[in-house]
């Protein structure tokens, strides 16, 4: 069974970190490139970052530049998401996704993504 999850959403206070992981099983992660996504109450989903299969190529929304950052561990079947100084606006969702048809860069568009995990709440508020 094809499956991702994700871990390591909690609540934090503004200017806190958070790391999440994405751990993929039933499949090799490290051929496709992988996008974390968000979605707060009542917003459409929207793409945070993404990195492609060998990690040379990445890429962040505006709002999160500078502040988080995309990894992945192939030996591990692990994708991270190191969130630091976190705001209020960064409430959310979030989600990761593997996109099976590109290795060599990555789209942010979430209708690119083949498969989902299940989502992990993040809560910024002090």
């Known amino acids: 069974q094809l499956q991702l999850v994700e871990s390591g959403g909690g609540f934090v206070q503004p200017g806190g970190s958070l790391r999440l992981s994405c751990a993929a099983s039933?499949?090799?992660?490290?051929?496709?490139?992988v996008g974390w996504f968000r979605q707060a109450p009542g917003k459409d989903r929207e793409g945070v970052s993404c990195?492609?299969?060998?990690?040379?190529?990445?890429y962040y929304r505006d709002s999160v530049k500078g502040r988080f950052t995309i990894s992945r561990d192939n030996a591990k079947n692990t994708v991270y998401l190191e969130m630091n100084n976190l705001k209020p606006e960064d409430t959310a969702v979030y989600y990761c996704?593997?996109?099976?048809?590109?290795?060599?860069?990555?789209?942010?568009?979430?209708?690119?993504?083949?498969?989902w995990g299940q989502g992990t709440q993040v809560t910024v508020s002090s």
């Open positions: 996704a593997a996109d099976i048809n590109v290795t060599s860069v990555c789209y942010i568009d979430p209708h690119n993504y083949d498969y």
């Open positions: 039933g499949f090799t992660l490290d051929y496709y490139a």
């Open positions: 990195i492609s299969s060998s990690g040379g190529y990445g």
